[in-house]
C-alpha cells in the first residue's frame, strides 16, 4: 500500500482527494475518529463529482441488536436507509468511543472499459440515543470513467465534521 493523502478534517463540510492517478490496482479510503458539529446531518462519497445515479450499493446496517437492509441506486454512496454510509453521526461527541470509523475500498478504479466494484464497513454511536451503529456495503459504480478524484460531501442538515485528536482520514493505493 502506498499512502497518497492523509488529512486531519476540522470543521469542514467537504472535502475532495483530486489528481488520483491510475498506477495502482485499487484505492482504500480509510477515516477514524470523525465527530460532527451538529446531530441529524450525514456525508456521503461521490467518485469524479458524479451526481448521476450511477451508484448501486446493497447492504445491511445493525443497529445495537436490530439488522436493516438497504439498497438501490443513488447519486452518491449514501444508500437509503443506511443511515449514510461516510463519517455519519448525532452531536458533538468527542468520546473516543462515540465517533465514526469505516472503510472502503475500490477495485479496477483506473479502468475506461470496467465498471467500478467497491465495498466497505463503517460505524459510530448515535449519541442521542446511545445506541452503536455498524453497517457493512457492496456496490458498483456504474461508469466506466477512470476514478481520479473521490469527493466527500455534506449529503443533509448542516454540520461541519472535524478529526478527533491523533485521528486522520487517509487514501492509499494498493497495488
Known amino acids: 500500500m502506498t499512502l497518497i493523502s492523509e488529512t486531519v478534517a476540522s470543521s469542514i463540510s467537504s472535502l475532495d482527494f483530486t489528481g488520483i492517478s491510475g498506477s495502482h490496482k485499487q484505492l482504500l479510503l480509510i477515516w477514524t475518529g470523525i465527530i460532527h458539529s451538529t446531530g ?3 456525508f ?11 451508484y448501486s450499493s446493497f447492504g445491511i446496517r445493525f443497529q445495537d441488536s436490530t439488522a436493516s437492509n438497504f439498497g438501490g441506486d443513488d447519486t452518491s454512496i449514501t444508500p437509503t436507509g443506511s443511515g449514510l454510509f461516510y463519517p455519519y453521526g448525532f452531536g458533538i461527541d468527542t468520546s473516543t468511543n462515540k465517533n465514526s470509523t469505516g472503510k472502503l475500498l475500490i477495485d479496477n478504479y483506473a479502468s475506461t472499459t470496467k465498471q467500478k466494484y467497491y465495498t466497505g464497513s463503517w460505524n459510530f454511536t448515535e449519541s442521542f440515543v446511545a445506541a452503536r451503529t455498524v453497517g457493512v456495503l457492496e456496490g458498483t459504480y456504474l461508469s466506466t470513467s477512470a476514478i481520479t478524484s473521490i469527493n466527500i460531501f455534506r449529503a443533509g442538515g448542516s454540520a461541519t465534521f472535524s478529526n478527533l485528536a491523533n485521528t486522520t482520514i487517509r487514501l492509499y493505493g494498493v497495488s
Open 40 to 42: 441529524g446531518s450525514g
Open 44 to 54: 456521503g462519497i461521490r467518485f469524479n463529482s458524479d451526481s448521476g445515479s450511477n
